[in-house]
């Protein structure tokens, strides 16, 4: 293990308040990419702004749900001893950066 036990509980703890923020955050985009009424209301400009804004909804709506899944798996993964290793190259990832981001499977120098 590259993790005492009390780091990989701050981890899962660090993790379980992402998925708690991530969770919130895509029940608000899915709100906002509900289909748009076309409402008589609504005048032909303002329908476009809210097509346009539902796409943007609609990205972001998709990379929290990617990113949820990151984060459940990284839930899973703490406890093996492969975590905190970085994926590619297989050298140890710097605890600031799986503070900062404990579901990443990659060290900085992959990451880009
Ligand atoms: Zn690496």
Known sequence: MLYSENEREDFK???NEKIEET???ISDL???V?????????GRLTRMDAIGSKSIYE???ASARQN????????DRVDRKDYGFCSYCKKPIPIQRMLAMP???????CAG
């Open 30 to 32: 899915a709100d906002r």
């Open 13 to 15: 703890t660090i993790i």
């Open 103 to 109: 579901e990443t499977e990659t060290c900085l120098g």
């Open 68 to 75: 949820l899944t990151q984060l459940e798996r990284a839930l």
């Open 23 to 25: 969770r919130k955050e």
């Open 59 to 61: 990205a972001g709506l």
């Open 34 to 42: 509900k289909p748009v009424e076309p409402d008589v209301a609504i």
